[in-house]
T-cell receptor, first 116, second 115 residues
Framework: GAGVSQSPSNKVTEKGKDVELRCDPI?????LYWYRQSLGQGLEFLIY????????KSGLPSDRFSAERTGGSVSTLTIQRTQQEDSAVYLC??????????????FGPGTRLTVL | DAKTTQPNSMESNEEEPVHLPCNHS???????IHWYRQLPSQGPEYVIH???SNVNNRMASLAIAEDRKSSTLILHRATLRDAAVYYC????????????????FGQGTELSVKP
């Protein structure tokens, strides 16, 4: 079956512009996560959506970052007024049972964002 | 979630077993031990998880110390495709249920496999 897909795979933008990154989770997965991976920083959690609950935004680095999930499926991560330090690979993951003992997160291939 | 410590890098020869260690001396009774790996230019993928008993699946085995303060991921016959960064992650099942299942990644172990 189809895995998690993300688009675009690569995005180059100029400092100060807004960007939108898209994630299509695995069908039926109720939980969706955004992470980012910067050079030398490792993987860090950004935001988590679970069903109709309020999202966990505790990992968003600034108010320039926001995300929404429409209809419990597709999610969009928006970065406003991009800065060079926002350059990273943005990864999306989804899972079926986030409270379960055997919960497994399935990751997409990521979007590589470069801010010039 | 409690912290884990892994070596920064390890080397292996193709078709030989690989033992990837992880220390988690502050593990709590409700922490599950999860392993993910990240192949070059890909997102992380799940490998295996366990609580107290050793676990086997088609990808690997997980050996958990009796006091649970350490664990070892075992690849029985390394292939070139196993070259990746391996992450050992603790997940508190109660926090996961109440607060969501975000993964807290450390630096992991970069495994290189020589032909």
């Amino acid at each position: 079956g189809a895995g998690v897909s993300q688009s675009p795979s690569n995005k180059v933008t100029e400092k100060g512009k807004d960007v939108e990154l898209r994630c299509d989770p695995i069908s039926g997965h109720t939980a969706l996560y955004w992470y980012r991976q910067s050079l030398g920083q490792g993987l860090e959690f950004l935001i988590y959506f679970q069903g109709n609950s309020a999202p966990d935004k505790s990992g968003l680095p600034s108010d320039r970052f926001s995300a929404e999930r429409t209809g419990g499926s597709v999610s969009t991560l928006t970065i406003q007024r991009t800065q060079q330090e926002d350059s990273a690979v943005y990864l999306c993951a989804s899972s079926l049972d986030p409270g379960g003992r055997a919960d497994t997160q399935y990751f997409g291939p990521g979007t590589r964002l470069t801010v010039l | 979630d409690a912290k884990t410590t892994q070596p920064n890098s390890m080397e292996s020869n193709e078709e030989e077993p690989v033992h990837l260690p992880c220390n988690h001396s502050t593990i709590s009774g409700t922490d599950y031990i999860h392993w993910y790996r990240q192949l070059p230019s890909q997102g992380p993928e799940y490998v295996i998880h366990g609580l107290t008993s050793n676990v086997n699946n088609r990808m690997a085995s997980l050996a958990i110390a009796e006091d649970r303060k350490s664990s070892t991921l075992i690849l029985h016959r390394a292939t070139l495709r196993d070259a990746a960064v391996y992450y050992c992650i603790l997940r508190d099942i109660f926090n996961t249920y109440n607060q969501g299942g975000k993964l807290i990644f450390g630096q992991g172990t970069e495994l290189s496999v020589k032909p």
